[in-house]
């Protein structure tokens, strides 16, 4: 319901110059809008008297383009979940694809942006599991003082290592996901359990990649989780991706099985223990599937 006391104004920049003028001019950091599926769910976010500026970016020019090159896709930040899923059907990798198929229902898809489920403050959405997987960088407009600056960087480093945030804000302009031509057999598998909105310290998204290499034939195995509330962890991101030559035994899944616990540990469950012991289970059951499946497509 609309409260003058603390409805926000809504500014609508063509530009990033408009938008850079009200980062620049306000003393506390205006929202930015693009969806606002999540602005608008979160109460404490909209309307709210600590956020009286928001920036509606869904009219800025450029951002909803989708350019595929030769070695990307790109993205602009606006493009709506349901957009992309129609958009990247040819191009995503099979995870990506699976990713915009389920989570969200098709309306909140048609509104929800990739750069609002990227930069929403305090829950990780599902999509970026599959993003860091595959190794996703992200083109950003930032605030340093009084210079905005633009920079292209890595998904995963955007993220605060303790919690679901943004290190500082960011204007997210594009989203680059390296596009691979795959040549030897090649498989990915993608689950999801809970939902991120519902209960989010139950919600596990996994994403699975094996690639045989064509002249050897050896097997390398990628797997990546992402806890909604507490972080994600990619076998690749410690260039510890699994070498093997066959999965042929449940000795060998088992010893896999353990390594991947241990990693998943070693990151979340050092210090505190961020991931309970049945939700880190739960998450090796499903690592236990992936290696299943692929272990079928091996024989
Ligand atoms: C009923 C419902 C069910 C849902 N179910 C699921 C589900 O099952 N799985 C799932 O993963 N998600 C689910 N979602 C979440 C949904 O995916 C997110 O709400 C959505 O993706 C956010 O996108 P948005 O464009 O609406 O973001 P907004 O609400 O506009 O913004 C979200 C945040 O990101 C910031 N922001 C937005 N764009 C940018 C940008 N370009 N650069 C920097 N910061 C930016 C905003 O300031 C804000 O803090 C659900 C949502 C709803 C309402």
Redesign the pocket.
Known sequence: MFNPTFSPTINIPENVQAVDSLFLNYDDDP???????????TVM?YPNGHFPQLVD?TKIVG?DTFVRTEKTVEIG??N??SHLHELGEPFFEDAIKLCLS????EV??R???L???????GVY???VAPLIHYNASVE?HFYKGNMPGNRIQSLASIYDETEPR?IEP????KVIIPYTKHTGEHYSYYR?VG???VNPSDSIVFVGTFTSDEVTNNISINATVLFADVGFFSLSETNQTFQVTTISSFEEIEILREEFKKAIEDKFNSDDELICASRLEKTLRIFEDFLLSVSERLV
Do not use: C, W
Not at 31 to 41: P, S
Not at 115 to 121: E, F, M, P
């Open positions: 929202l930015i809008f693009a969806g606002g599926t999540h602005i608008m769910r976010d970016i951002f930040a606006v709506t979940l389920s989570g969200a229902p909140v898809k509104k929800a942006t750069g609002g489920a990227i930069a929403a403050d959405y599902n999509i950003v943004l960011l204007l997210i302009t999801e939902s991120p909105i």
